[in-house]
């Protein structure tokens, strides 16, 4: 039986975080270019296999020109 570290809300936000980056018609490699990361970054954070914290957080929705409540809801 496989358990997730990750609660059910911290998925949605980044299903919503992904959602935000094909919206904004934005590669994950294109994304990982402005943040200065190599686009596997962007592949962990939205498979789950990398945790995003705070920090992090408003630096994708400076690219994602949302407000965090678009994350949060």
């Known amino acids: 039986m496989s358990r997730s570290i ?3 809300d911290y998925k ?8 935000a980056r094909i919206k904004a018609d934005l590669s994950q490699q294109a994304v990982a270019d402005k943040l200065g990361k190599p686009q596997s970054y962007i592949s962990k954070i939205e498979s ?3 945790r995003l914290d705070v920090a992090e957080m408003k630096k994708f929705l400076a690219i994602y020109k949302k ?5 949060l809801k």
Do not use: A, Q
């Not at 949605?12 to 959602?19: A, F, G, T």
């Not at 407000?67 to 994350?71: A, D, E, I, K």
């Open 12 to 19: 949605e936000i980044i299903e919503r975080l992904k959602k």
């Open 67 to 71: 407000p965090v409540n678009h994350f």
């Open 48 to 50: 789950g296999e990398r």
């Open 6 to 8: 990750y609660s059910k």
